[in-house]
């Protein structure tokens, strides 16, 4: 059959308020142009983030009655621990209470002030930590992972020759380096095995630790399995065991492929960087077999992490994504190319030409997808990298003006894809008319979230 259907069945519905266009004005202007700002009551379709936004199975569900919530000790902790173990293979399984908590504590155990940490690129809240360390966020992608309409496959890739070049140079330190998978800030591109493995061997070479963010690990296991010569006929757990295998440890959001709605860990394989990082970790987060989750959360993701590797689901979420991607391409919209993992990427640039970096294309874009049809996005552009200085100038983001969609795991159905496929034709159809935006407030870390906007 051609028809993919969806590979479960609801059994539990939440309604969508159904909102005009009059109100979605207003509501715009009172969140000042930044959907961040909106109630998610008066959102439609909410794709700003796949984040904790999935849906639990039955199975999940069922787990969270099991929840241990003992302050020491705890079961559930140990029905997590024994899962992560089994799936990375790594030693010491920290749970942290989403992914930048793991952040920022491994960074503040093995990164001073001055510092060079590369990545493929690093997520914002990844950079954001590592720049609150007073180190330096170093994104060295494939030259393809910046050019948003080359379609070829791993676009996701580091680039290992600008690696070599660092480690070689004498003025610099490099503590670590990382991979994210997917790379989720250039389009949610897959990174090929080859490209892990060399990066590891490079790493183990000079004696420097090497670590995944690995939030979407299990759908960089499924691109890995369909593309990469020679895994066809590897199982997903095989790629994971892997993929992990040639890491010293890894940060995690378990909000995305734990398919729960909060959770994280710091996974390593070093005894002192563990005890470290739970030293820290008692210190903000909690004691180390809850790390900030109650017992419940660690039974959702130990359930969840294991569903995130099945290969019926697997195949519905990266088709899904496919699905919409090629219908915005039939309609002449410019999208990161090929489709990746969790989300699709509307290159906003080439959506308004006429509008410049300054004025946020990707911002106008967002506001635009709301006011249309009350759907939210996110922009991933100027906005999310661009920097104030203290003088008030900005500092250029070099790279691309995108517009995320990012879809929440297991919750829309195809109608829903539809809706949005309909609602950004319409903003495409009266793009011209589209005014910029620009910024009237923003905080001095991580902008995208909190500023205020006005239209020029
Ligand atoms: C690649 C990547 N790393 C890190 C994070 C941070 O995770 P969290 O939101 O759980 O703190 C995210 C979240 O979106 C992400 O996509």
């Known amino acids: 059959m051609k028809t993919l259907f969806e590979p479960f069945r609801i059994k539990m519905v939440e309604s969508i308020r159904k909102t005009t266009l009059p109100e979605r004005i207003q509501i715009l202007e009172q969140a000042h142009y930044n959907p961040f700002l909106i109630r998610s009551e008066d959102v439609m379709i909410d794709f700003l983030t796949d984040s904790g936004t999935g849906s639990m199975s039955d199975h999940q569900w069922a787990a969270i009655m099991l929840g241990d919530e003992s302050y020491a000790g705890s079961k559930s902790y ?203 970790l008692i210190l903000t987060e909690g004691f180390p077999s809850y790390g900030g989750l109650a017992g419940r959360d660690l039974e959702a993701l130990a359930v969840g992490l294991r569903e995130a590797m099945q290969p019926d689901y697997l195949e519905y979420r990266i088709r899904t994504v496919a699905y919409m991607g090629e219908r915005l391409v039939k309609r002449g919209i410019d999208i990161v190319q090929p489709t990746g993992g969790h989300a699709i990427f509307i290159d906003a640039g080439r959506f308004y030409p006429h509008l410049d970096k300054s004025v946020y294309p990707g911002q106008v874009l967002v506001c635009e997808l709301y006011r249309i049809g009350g759907i939210r996005s996110v922009e991933i552009g100027s906005v999310m990298f661009g920097k104030q200085n203290a003088d008030g100038s900005e500092d250029e983001y070099l790279g691309p003006e995108l517009v995320r969609l990012a879809f929440p795991r297991r919750t829309y159905t195809q109608s829903h894809f539809d809706y949005a496929i309909e609602v950004i034709a319409e903003a495409f159809q009266n793009r011209k008319m589209s005014k910029g935006l620009r910024i009237v407030k923003q905080p001095k870390f991580l902008r995208h979230f909190t500023a205020h906007f006005a239209p020029v």
Do not use: W
């Open 78 to 280: 140990y029905h997590f621990r024994d899962t992560v173990k089994e799936i990375t293979g790594f030693k010491h399984i920290v749970p942290t209470h989403q992914g930048r908590a793991a952040e920022r504590i491994l960074f503040e155990c093995l990164v001073k002030p001055g510092d060079v940490v590369p990545n493929n690129t690093h997520f914002d809240t990844t950079r954001a930590n590592i720049e609150y360390a007073e180190a330096q966020a170093l994104d060295i992608p494939i030259p393809e992972g910046l050019l948003p309409s080359v379609s070829i496959p791993f676009k996701g890739n580091l680039d290992l020759d600008q690696l070599r070049e660092l480690l070689a140079r004498t003025d610099i330190h490099i503590p670590l380096a990382m991979i994210t998978i997917t790379n989720n800030a250039e389009g949610g591109q897959p990174v090929s095995m080859e490209n892990i493995r060399e990066t590891s061997r490079i790493m183990r070479d000079k004696g420097i630790p090497f670590f995944l963010d690995a939030c979407r690990f299990a759908e960089n296991a499924y691109f890995i399995q369909r593309d990469e010569p020679g895994y066809q006929d590897k199982t997903i757990d095989e790629i994971c065991r892997e993929m992990f295998s040639y890491a010293d440890g890894c940060t995690m959001s378990a909000k995305k492929d734990g398919m729960a709605n909060i959770g994280g860990f710091l996974a390593v394989n070093n005894d002192e960087l563990a005890t470290n990082a739970r030293n820290l």
